[in-house]
């Protein structure tokens, strides 16, 4: 009796649950929505000419897949590839580092961005936080800001369902709460991938998605130098870069390739006259900003 009460309840919320995924959704997620609810009776009802409308069906789950499969699309909701305009005229840039904390790697790329002056974004992986809170709480205590990447960096994340995607979000925030005392304000998913579910799970848990400018693939690139050329094509002021202290590559000599890149980046940046700060203090400032009121004249 218990479990068919369960279900009746779990049925009666189902329309509160779609108006709700309605409204926080992207432009084309509700189209999605909308061409399911009225396509999906037609098919069922109509004996002839159902054949097309299957086929405007797949063309949409085939958007909505390429839409996942592009980490910079803002198709499936809100997504910071670039810093707002405001930060680009403050000629600001955004470091993002990813899959740490390492116990060998942070701790120079710590010192790398002390001796610049530096602040970055540690996009962590909750398992290897839970490892390292000491570091974590040191890459904080130098001014750079934790943000979640999720606690198990499951490779095939895109491919789950709301539920698990729900669980490795909250729990990585979680994680990095309990070690640091601060909530995440932002959410990058394992590669970047994602799939319609995210932008409103993220909504739910107040994150915002953050993507990439452009990225050094230091995760499989060897050579420094290839690295670089990669993050300073096009190098301007609002770009968000991305590179790795966890699963980094190794260069000939051994060094995690962040470590040979990131000094020749920061020098590139400081004589571009850029001020690398985290995404955190820009999220912030633009809030500030936002809810500020004018003194009236």
Not at 52 to 73: E, K, Q, W, Y
Not at 144 to 170: D, K, V, W, Y
Not at 249 to 256: F, P, W
Request: charged share 20%; glycine share 6%; hydrophobic share 45%.
């Amino acid at each position: 009796m218990h479990k068919l009460s369960d279900y009746l309840a779990g049925f009666v919320r189902l329309p509160v649950k779609l108006c709700w995924f309605l409204r926080v959704s992207s432009l084309l997620l509700r189209i999605s929505v909308l061409l399911h609810l009225v396509l999906l009776p037609m098919i069922f009802i109509t004996p002839i000419g159902r054949w097309p409308l299957i086929l405007v069906l797949i063309a949409n789950h085939v958007v909505l897949c390429v839409a996942g499969l592009l980490p910079r699309s803002t198709w499936l909701g809100k997504n910071w590839n670039r810093l707002p305009a405001s930060a680009i005229l403050r000629r600001e840039i955004a470091l993002t580092i990813d899959d740490g904390p390492d116990p060998l790697v942070t701790p120079l790329v710590l010192d790398i961005l002390d001796r610049f002056g530096a602040r970055a974004s540690f996009f962590c992986i909750g398992e290897r936080a839970e490892a390292y809170p000491d570091l974590c709480r040191e890459i904080l205590r130098r001014g750079h800001a934790l943000e979640n990447h999720s606690q198990r960096h499951l490779l095939t994340f895109a491919c789950r369902g709301p539920g698990c995607m729900a669980r490795e979000i909250a729990q990585g925030s979680q994680t990095l709460c309990r070690i640091s005392g601060q909530m995440p304000l932002f959410f990058r998913p394992p590669a970047g991938l994602r799939n319609p579910f995210l932008d409103p799970l993220l909504r739910h848990f107040a994150l915002h998605l953050a993507s990439w400018t452009r990225r050094g693939y230091d995760t499989k690139e060897p050579r420094a130098d290839v690295v670089l050329k990669r993050l300073l094509r096009n190098f301007s002021a609002g770009d968000i870069l991305l590179l790795h202290d966890g699963n980094a590559a190794r260069s000939a000599s051994g060094n995690a390739v962040i470590v040979e890149v990131l000094p020749l980046l920061l020098e590139a940046a400081h004589h571009a006259g850029f001020h690398v700060v985290t995404l955190r203090s820009v999220l912030l400032r633009e809030q500030s900003a936002e809810f500020s009121v004018e003194p009236r004249s």
